[in-house]
């Protein structure tokens, strides 16, 4: 949870807001708004490929150049916990 927190805070908080709304103050100037994970609970395996492979027609780049898998699993683990909504039965969890 430490180094998701680390790696959330120095490069996702910008555009994701301090609690994952999506809000964060680079966020008004992007021409595509950057997803609520308090709104929405990507899943685990959702999460890395967007991390290892960006969106395509937004601002969310890849970032396997700038973090380690270890960084990157971390982190994607970390944006499963703002989900503010119920979870679905399926889903295993954190």
């Given at each position: 949870v430490e180094l998701g927190?680390?790696?959330?805070?120095?490069?996702c908080k910008q555009c994701h807001g301090e609690r994952g709304d999506g809000d964060g103050p680079a966020a008004?100037?992007?021409p595509v708004a950057p997803v609520s994970f308090r709104r929405q609970r990507p899943t685990l395996p959702a999460s890395l490929r967007v991390l290892r492979g960006g969106i395509d027609g937004t601002s969310m780049a890849?970032?396997?150049?700038?973090?380690?898998?270890?960084?990157?699993?971390?982190v994607a683990h970390y944006v499963r916990s703002f989900y503010a909504g119920v979870v679905a039965s399926g889903d295993p969890g954190r």
């Open positions: 927190q680390r790696v959330y805070a120095a490069n008004e100037s992007l890849p970032w396997t150049s700038r973090l380690s898998d270890a960084e990157l699993v971390a």
